[in-house]
């Protein structure tokens, strides 16, 4: 964890951003010793969103399994793709 005082954002921006993306953590920025933000590289926080979303995606599943939902085979799957696909070109 890379932790750096406000005044060092202001007066070295740069030092703190190449420190984010070659670190690929995020670098907790204080003002006064406290807490005050958080800076990231771009791709360390679409990496973070595209695991939030994964994780997302992995719950609902989880829900409509335990909710009773039908559950299909990936060979039961690609067959109703498939009619779907034939009825639209259709």
């Known amino acids: 964890m890379q932790i750096r005082p406000s ?3 202001r007066n070295d ?3 703190i951003s ?9 670098v907790f920025i204080t003002n006064k010793g406290e807490g005050d933000g958080v800076f990231m ?4 926080f ?11 995606a992995i719950y609902a599943a989880e829900l409509s399994r ?3 939902e039908p ?9 109703r793709m498939e009619a779907i696909f034939n009825a639209a070109e259709n």
């Not at 679409?46 to 997302?56: A, C, G, I, N, Y």
């Not at 559950?71 to 067959?79: P, R």
């Open 7 to 9: 005044s060092a954002l």
């Open 13 to 15: 921006y740069s030092a």
């Open 18 to 26: 190449d420190l984010a993306r070659k670190t690929g953590e995020p």
């Open 41 to 44: 590289s771009v791709e360390a």
């Open 46 to 56: 679409e990496e973070r969103e595209k695991m939030f979303r994964h994780r997302d």
């Open 66 to 68: 335990l909710s009773g």
């Open 71 to 79: 559950v299909y085979s990936q060979s039961e799957l690609d067959e």
